[in-house]
């Protein structure tokens, strides 16, 4: 509830404000998952927030992200899945990326397109694409949690018969 009085805040401030809008949908999408009537009310919201601000934002790598990643979560027929998603996160890698120095603020996300591109794959059946996609993150930063002790096993196990 705090964070999320900040963003409104700053969007008070500038309605237009990408940044802020990505957040918002993310502790937005986040308060989703507590409960079923949630999911229907905050999950709409979630959706059409991150939908709207990467239509205005196409460029902007954290947009992309967040809405790459409610499409992962969303049904196929509000047009969510791996497919559409692993599109968005395709598209934030290469937007991080061109973006050239990952030092400076805002520096979130660049690893994220990363891991979140790397399950669209391995739903995909890409495992190798999938693997490639976490150690590209684990290059950069060889202690990410995320991927090094919850994803690449879980990918490791799905690769056994």
Known sequence: ERARSH?????ERDP???????LE?????????????????D??????I???????????PRARLQWGVILFHAPSMFGGGHEPAGEHFE???????????ATHWPNWGDLDADAWLGQALARGGKKKKARASYLRALE????????RAKL??????????
Do not use: C, N
Not at 50 to 60: F, L, M
Not at 140 to 147: G, L, S, V
Not at 154 to 161: E, G, I, N, Q, S
């Open 16 to 22: 237009k404000d990408v940044e802020a809008r990505v």
């Open 43 to 48: 999950g709409r919201a979630s959706y059409a």
């Open 140 to 147: 950069r930063k060889p202690d990410y949690e995320w991927i």
């Open 152 to 161: 690449l096993p879980d990918l490791t196990r799905a690769a056994k018969p």
């Open 91 to 101: 598209a934030a890698r290469t937007l991080f990326d061109a973006r050239g120095d």
């Open 50 to 60: 991150a939908k709207e601000t990467a239509e205005q934002a196409p460029e902007h």
């Open 25 to 41: 949908s993310a502790l937005i999408g986040e308060a989703a998952t507590r409960s079923m009537f949630a999911r229907m009310r």
């Open 7 to 11: 963003t409104a805040w700053l969007l």
